[in-house]
């Protein structure tokens, strides 16, 4: 994303949710904060500053610590917004991350390495469509595909993500 401005994405991303699944009903609040805890697993929905729903997450096969690299398991750690939203997701649904930011880059780039980048939230990919026990994905955060459905009525494209260690 390094020569598409936001606005482009923004612009994208409306075209897009005209030709996604409904967002959410009348009885469910949107979303405008999502917090995930990698130490506890936990991924919460907030709305002025409270939370309104807590999900069970598995996160990248080596979870410990800040993603560095492309290919290290990790997920990252930091302040994001989501991006943009796949209901082709090989994962069932999927909502994007905004990593790498400028910051994540730069790292990467003083240390010679590529930062990786398509880091999303997403249900299961088939195999096992409820939520799985144990850390399974390549640095992104995966939930039951019955979760992911209900995130993705509810967290808009802009939504701040703050991903806690």
């Known amino acids: 994303m390094t020569s598409i401005s936001r ?7 409306a ?11 009348s009885d469910e609040e949107m979303a405008d904060m999502v917090v995930i805890f990698k130490s506890s697993r936990k991924l919460y ?16 096969w080596a979870p410990e610590g800040d993603k560095q690299f492309e290919g290290d398991g990790r997920t990252p750690e930091g302040t994001y917004f989501i991006d943009r939203l796949n209901p082709n997701s090989q994962f069932h649904l999927s909502l994007g991350i905004s990593y790498p930011d400028p910051n994540d880059r730069n790292r ?7 930062p990786g980048g398509d880091i999303f939230i997403h249900g299961s990919d088939g195999r096992r469509p409820n939520r799985r026990p144990d850390d399974w994905t390549a640095g992104c955060i ?15 494209i802009g939504t701040p993500i703050v991903i806690q260690p």
């Open 142 to 156: 995966a939930v039951s595909n019955a979760a992911i459905e209900e995130i993705w009525r509810r967290v808009p």
């Open 7 to 13: 606005r482009a994405i923004f612009g994208i991303a």
């Open 108 to 114: 990467a780039a003083a240390a010679g390495v590529d």
């Open 45 to 60: 929905l907030y709305r002025d500053g409270e939370p309104i729903r807590r999900f069970t997450i598995a996160l990248g």
């Open 15 to 25: 075209a897009v949710i005209a030709a996604v699944p409904a967002r959410a009903s």
